[in-house]
């Protein structure tokens, strides 16, 4: 396996950052705490992909290889992202309490101007046995994918080698038109992406 | 689109106040219902990020100041949203949901003081290309565009066009001149020389580039 560079852990970080952001806010629209919980592991990760960048950036200087402003401009960029990680999961907290959700928590999330939904991909619809990197529902709908749930399984943040096979759901966020698209291919009424 | 109160910043052509200038005005009640202090913090926690992101992918300070008014319109929403809260508390039911509201609240107030730690990043000398260059290797990138006067899209809707749907590419912001539109809606139209910050990937910016630089006359 190639090694992870300094650059690429703290992209992960970024990434992994804003999907626990996403995820967070969709657990309270769908009132969901195994979205939520997820966001806890995601926040173990962060932890230790923090703790990483901290050892290589200082490796990194010692070797010569950063300098030693770049080395700090890396670590304080880390640091904001897990301070966006934190908030994710002070959201969540909300979602896993033993109180009910007022109504209109979820009801702000739902008027805001991205949208988050969730749907059903049907036996007869066109994205069964596809990847994702060859729908490309990006480009296409305007729709990211951010979690889906697959053969009883949950997969967060799925990439362009991800297969969509009958049955699985789907959280994807993006704007109106695109949501009632994606509706339409998941649910086998529309043909073409 | 929704019906928005009449505060609120997003989708609407609008010159930002000086935001040192914003921070220090006094602080008004005006009642506002908790609904739409909370989206609008939401929204706000959103879009933030990615402009903190591209101010330091393009090193851009006008982009900077945008982010800090934010920064400070979002501290104002979190104590508007404290207040309404506690007017609205009758029981011990009642507190308990609405504690629930103000944290998120306050998970989105800390997510803009992230994003202005971001462009304090900018702020400082020498921060060198390091950040420009990590930020690049990202799948879903941000985006400057410049609209030509010789491309289609000039007195458009962004709608009709259906940027998003037809690219993948999701415009976070506008914009014109000294004003800014902040999450345009679909009714926003576009006009020359507008700059337009956009999100997405490299096949969803190549097609759109295209298309506003009039070297394309259709998104397809």
Known sequence: MKKKTVEDIVLEIKDKSELMVDLAYSSLIYDNKTIAKEVYDLEDLIDNLYHNIQKKTLEGVRNKDLSIDDALTVLRLAECSEKIA??????????????????????????????????????????????????????????????MRHHDKWLYGPNKNTMIDPGDILFAKGPEDGEKHLIELASGIANEI | MKEKGKRSIFGKLQRTPKWKKEEFSELEYEPTSVKELLTEMKDISELIIDLAYSAVLFDNKDVAEEVKFLEVRMDKLNYDIRMMAMMAARTKEDAEQLAGILQVAEAAESISNAAGDIISLLAEEKTGPILPKILKQADEQLFRIKISSAAMACEQKIGDLRVESETGMRIIAIRRGEYWIYNPPADTTLKADDWLVTRGNDEGYSDLSKFLKGKLKALE
């Open chain 1, 86 to 147: 934190d908030a994710a999961l002070e959201i969540i907290d909300v979602e896993l309490r033993d109180v009910e959700l007022h109504p209109i928590l979820k009801m702000s999330i739902r008027e805001s101007d991205v949208v988050f939904t969730k749907v059903h991909v049907e036996p007869n619809s066109i994205l069964c046995n596809k990847t994702l990197g060859k729908l490309k529902l990006g480009s296409e709908t305007g729709m990211l994918i951010i979690a």
